[in-house]
């Protein structure tokens, strides 16, 4: 158990972080916990896989791919613990194969849609994204890139990083100079951390405003999201919880307490409607963020059927 603990107080504090990361980190948790559990009782079992799933799952409210990979993993048919534990070490096996599958099969259906000169804007760190702009510049496109430093935990760094490695050209720009830099961008490419049934984007904070002045500036813009970031629960009508984090993530405690009359806060995530979406890079194909419903019937196994 203290393995599986460490590793939800890694994704909390955004040690683990990036919604496909926080999946494969989750799932492999629970294969590695059920490894260990030694109990008899099927139903004891249980209970203690639904603990050990709930705990992975309340470290980070918004990511729908951290649920859809709990759930993926813990889900089996035996009435025996043998036969279960083999079930979920198969599943969590199974996701993590085609997780990392997913981002190569992104990376070259995404790169179709970049083409030589283009100036892709993107935002945060999302390794989806980046599995699209470094597979159209292997493949030999003259591309550049700008990043948003993405405050308040400057996710951005890391993506100038990655892409100075790849020797991508890559300009860092602060997160209020998006609209000002729109007219040099030719697509902006970003991550999802969840794909709501209408085809909403939920993704860091600031992508909104991102996909908003692309759209204004008629750019094309790309969300690149595995199958298990799209929503289940959206069909029976629940929103995405958005996650506020803590006030000194964006100012100092101290300085704060100055200030009996400000408040601070610190929304993680924003939405962006399905009208400002052109595409949806998935690992099955590109999709118009219309399509959710399919997407999610057909590969998380979701239909209206289920309610009920
Ligand atoms: C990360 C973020 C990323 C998505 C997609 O937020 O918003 O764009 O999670 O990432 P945080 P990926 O840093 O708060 O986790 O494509 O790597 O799954």
Redesign the pocket.
């Known amino acids: 158990m203290q393995q599986l603990l460490d590793t939800a107080e890694k994704i909390r504090t955004?040690e683990i972080?990036?919604?496909?990361?926080?999946a494969e980190a989750a799932s492999a948790a629970l294969r590695d916990y059920v490894l260990s559990l030694k109990v008899t009782n099927i139903k004891d079992f249980n209970k203690k896989v639904d603990e050990a799933a709930n705990i992975l799952i309340q470290t980070r409210p918004t990511?729908v791919?951290l649920p859809n990979a709990v759930q993926i993993t813990k889900h089996h048919y035996s009435d025996d613990v043998a036969g279960a534990r083999e079930e979920i070490i198969r599943n969590a096996d199974v996701f993590l194969k085609q997780a990392g599958e997913a981002l190569d099969k992104m990376g070259k259906i995404g790169a179709k849609r970049i083409h030589d000169g283009d100036v892709i804007m993107t935002h945060?760190?999302?390794?989806?994204?980046l599995s699209v702009i470094s597979t159209a510049f292997k493949q030999g496109k003259d591309i550049s890139v700008i990043a948003t430093e993405s405050r308040p935990?400057r996710?951005g760094l890391l993506t100038i990083r990655e892409l100075n490695d790849y020797g991508i050209p890559t300009t860092l720009i602060v997160d209020s100079a998006v609209r000002y830099s729109m007219k040099e961008v030719d697509t902006v490419i970003?991550?999802?951390?969840a794909i709501t049934i209408n085809g909403a984007l939920v993704?860091?904070i600031g992508t909104s405003q991102l996909a908003h002045a692309a759209h204004e500036a008629r750019k094309n813009v790309l969300s690149?999201a595995e199958t298990f970031k799209f929503s289940p629960n959206t069909i029976l009508g629940d929103m995405i919880d958005i996650e506020e984090r803590s006030a000194d993530e964006v100012i100092d405690q101290e300085i704060l307490a100055e200030m009996p009359n400000v408040k601070v806060k610190n929304p993680?995530?924003d939405i962006t409607p399905a009208e400002y979406i052109d595409i949806i890079i998935t690992e099955v194909g590109a999709f118009p963020p219309q399509m959710a419903y399919t997407i999610i019937k057909e590969h998380l196994g979701w239909e209206l059927t289920n309610i009920g």
């Not at 972080?17 to 926080?22: E, F, H, Y």
């Not at 945060?124 to 994204?129: D, G, L």
């Not at 970003?190 to 951390?193: P, S």
């Open positions: 955004m972080r990036g919604a496909g990361r926080i990511a791919s945060c760190n999302s390794h989806a994204a935990r996710q970003v991550g999802a951390d993704n860091k690149v993680a995530f």
